[in-house]
């Protein structure tokens, strides 16, 4: 099993930045790639983006493409998500899952072992 464990979380006017942390333990030689998801209250949860752990290739979903970047760093067995221009839409918990299914998957129901999450609130 693969535990997994967010941070970097918090408040931000819009416009700034965040960078959040994944920090991954346990069997990460099992595990592929990463991803990472968010969710606003009262809504269904959301794909962001995902990387490869070895060639460090990427996907992310349209709504963030040109302002986030996700990364890796091996040697620490953890995955970041850089968030630039953030606007009031991107407030949400934000949640890393290894990826179980195919290169590409969106679907939550394609990734597992989660994190506990990590708020992110944009103000206007």
């Known amino acids: 099993q693969v535990q997994l464990v967010e941070s ?5 006017q819009a416009g700034g930045s965040l960078r959040l942390s994944c920090a991954a333990s346990g069997r990460t030689f099992s595990t ?7 969710q606003a209250p009262g809504k269904d949860s959301e794909f962001v ?10 996907y992310y979903s349209d709504s963030v493409v040109g302002r ?5 760093d091996n040697a620490k067995n953890t995955v970041y998500l850089q968030m630039n221009s953030l606007k009031p839409e991107d407030t949400a ?6 990826l179980k299914g195919a290169w590409g998957a969106r679907s939550s129901t394609d990734f ?13």
């Not at 592929?32 to 968010?38: C, E, L, V």
């Not at 918990?93 to 290894?98: D, I, P, S």
């Not at 989660?114 to 206007?124: A, D, E, K, R, Y």
Request: aromatic content about 20%; glycine content about 18%; hydrophobic content about 35%.
């Open 32 to 38: 592929y790639a990463m991803g990472w998801f968010r």
């Open 112 to 124: 597992g072992s989660w994190g506990q999450g990590t708020q992110v609130t944009v103000s206007s």
């Open 8 to 12: 970097g979380g918090g408040l931000v």
């Open 68 to 72: 986030f970047t996700i990364s890796r």
């Open 93 to 98: 918990n934000y949640y890393c899952a290894a």
């Open 49 to 58: 983006a995902a990387i490869k752990w070895n060639s460090g290739y990427t």
